[in-house]
DNA sequence: TCCTTCATTCGTAGAACATCGAAAGAGGTG
DNA sequence: CACCTCTTTCGATGTTCTACGAATGAAGGA
């Protein structure tokens, strides 16, 4: 046998993918940072490249959280692999939910 | 002392509420029923008689979680409490997204 | 081939979470 | 007052989560 490539990521398809999971995914601080970057850059950015504060290897763990809720795609592009937002997809399953997600405020300084 | 009343349930401003805290407490089953419930009765509802599938003090854990999470309010009636949610308040601190996690289907059958 | 870079997996530790049953408290009714 | 109903709190349990360092593997350049 010749060497094994590197394993096929997988990317459920957004139609089986529950609302809770999308939820969970959304529910943490770094990965919601990661998001927000993510729409900035349509284009999509290297894994190792995204301005969070934890070690590589927790980065690792959230981009497994993040891609198997069906957020993001990610692809092997010689060494480094790439990073993109499922945007238009999450749209057509859950209309208009990453665009309130992203559109909140971390905190609102007018109380309400 | 004469007798203690109940406490004074505690509800945040919804200004000071991290939308991380608002995707965890959608991030729950039971919890997205209880929400999917209130939706559809806006003039709120005793805490035992919501259509769900745990034991009452896993049920008021829930209620907690939610209530901190300024996504319901509650107040004593008797010896029942009365939970309505916060939609209008919500709409307005994060405009769009009650209504994105309620509009998605548990599962879509089209896969997309 | 050697070495560097990029990213992952593994093992582990600590915190948080969902769940239940038992006990307790407050309100209302007889 | 006694009793019943509604709901919460407490304590315990097992699971899940986030985090890290160390080790591993693949890709590409010198």
């Known amino acids: ?9 997988e990317h459920p398809q957004l139609g089986v993918v529950p609302v809770t999971a999308v ?16 729409l900035a850059e349509p284009t999509g950015r290297a894994c190792g490249t995204f301005p969070v504060d934890v070690a590589p ?10 891609r198997e809720a069906g957020l993001i795609h990610q692809e092997d592009r010689g ?8 945007a238009p997809e999450l749209d057509a399953r859950f209309p208009g939910l990453l665009a309130a997600v992203i559109a909140a405020p971390e905190l609102s300084t007018d109380p309400s």
């Not at 290897?57 to 993040?66: G, N």
């Not at 060494?79 to 499922?86: A, N």
């Open 1 to 9: 046998m010749a060497h094994n490539p590197r394993p096929a990521l």
């Open 23 to 38: 939820m969970h995914a959304l529910s943490d601080e770094t990965r919601l940072a990661i998001v927000h970057t993510l």
């Open 57 to 66: 290897s927790t980065l690792s763990h959230h981009f497994k959280v993040l």
């Open 79 to 86: 060494t480094q692999r790439w990073t993109m937002l499922r």
